[in-house]
């Protein structure tokens, strides 16, 4: 099969803030084509792709900190699809059918970073749907793309498309698995249990973690997780407004101490000492200050979720206690493990994450049910998948 130059193709583009503009709705018309694979890149059609919280700070925003969208981008990084189409003389190990998951950063290869294992580091990875470098590299969240063969990995036969979608939430969970060093009888606290927070629990559970408690502010999140054996307990927070520096250290110690004094810790030898391990799945700052008291002496937090540019940490609480304290920023070599994983079945009913999906056609809908936590059903929100 060859794909037709500028072959017309529906994309799901954001050109700021609230601007999200599909080809296929009348009245915001967003034409893009696709043109014949470059050097080394073979075509894939996507199947699914899961949305995660750059995609909707780009939506609400037209940023995602301080990457701002300078030129019309498309959205999308989770995802998975089959390839349609190799063009001749290129080396690799796809044909045209193959199932695949699509790795979006695309590094240098060259750089100390990259040539020591650390490609996630790479000061000239360009990376799809993220506004960082210029020009842009359009996402996922339309019907073809061409990408590096390189970066796109065979699904397992018990891999579906959506489950595959998840390698990349799961390649962030794995990477910061990798740098806690976890092992097979460690105790492990999850701060948030959206899709990350909860692949964390799943995956810490299948390392051989003996307590995996999840801690949200949303009760029906906690009680999907006890519900399909990922969490051993649950805590719910008291929801409030949004705080910041001492406030939020305030509310931090406070959390604390209520998780201390819940079942989920008390009913467990010495865990109001605190967890060996805590991946902090939020980015929310009492959360990330929270994350260090609830360690125990010598043990590790790892930040997962993305939490703003400057904030205020009890380094004292960690300096004292020898807590470590561990930045977790994508990924590198991870997904052929983390396809294996989501094709053996050690991490529970995962696909379950996937609780909406929506066609291209719909994305706008599927990102007002990510801000409102709820579809127009009222089902809880865990992971939205758009796609075919």
Not at 343 to 352: A, D, Y
């Amino acid at each position: 099969m060859t794909v037709a130059a500028s072959e017309t193709l529906t994309h799901v583009v954001c050109h700021g803030a609230r601007d999200l503009r599909v080809s296929a709705l009348l009245g915001k018309q967003e034409k893009r084509s696709l043109n014949a694979p470059k050097a080394g890149e073979v075509t894939v059609a996507v199947h699914s792709t899961g949305l995660c919280g750059s995609d909707v700070h780009y939506y609400n925003h037209g940023a995602n900190g301080d990457f701002k969208i300078i030129d019309p981008l498309v959205l999308g990084h989770e995802a998975s699809g089959t390839v349609t189409d190799i063009p001749e003389g290129i080396e690799t190990h796809l044909k045209v059918g193959d199932r695949v998951a699509i790795e979006c950063g695309h590094m240098c290869g060259s750089c100390k970073y990259c040539k020591t294992g650390r490609y996630n580091l790479c000061k000239n990875m360009r990376f799809c749907s993220s506004a960082k470098t210029h020009p842009h590299l359009d996402g996922t969240l339309r019907e073809k793309m061409n990408h590096p063969a390189s970066l796109l990995f065979k699904l397992p036969d018990g891999c579906s498309f959506e489950a595959a979608a998840l390698a990349e939430p799961l390649s962030v969970v794995l990477h910061a698995i990798r740098r806690s060093k976890l092992e097979a009888g460690e105790r492990v606290l999850i701060l948030g249990a959206g899709a990350v927070g909860l692949l964390a629990a799943s995956l810490a559970k299948a390392q051989g973690a003996t307590s995996t408690v999840v801690v949200d502010i949303e009760a029906p999140r906690l009680d999907f997780a006890k519900e399909n054996g990922w969490a051993t307990g649950t805590h719910c927070l008291p929801k409030g407004p949004r705080v910041s520096g001492a406030e939020a250290l305030d509310a931090a110690k406070q959390n604390w101490a209520g998780l201390q004094k819940d079942e989920c810790v008390t009913s467990v030898e010495d865990l109001a000492e605190g967890f060996d391990a805590v991946f902090e799945c939020t980015g929310v700052e009492s959360c990330m200050q929270m994350a260090v008291f609830a360690a125990r002496p010598g043990g590790r937090v790892l930040y997962v979720g993305m939490g703003t540019s400057a904030m205020l940490l009890p380094t004292g609480a960690s300096l004292l206690r020898e807590v470590d304290l561990m930045g977790v920023f994508r990924y590198s070599n991870t997904y052929p493990a983390a396809l294996a994983l989501l094709g053996s079945g050690q991490l529970g009913p995962v696909e379950k994450m996937v609780t909406q999906r929506y066609s291209l056609e719909k994305a706008e809908e599927a990102f007002q049910a990510i801000q409102k936590g709820k579809d127009t059903k009222g089902n809880v929100v865990i992971k939205v998948m758009v796609g075919v």
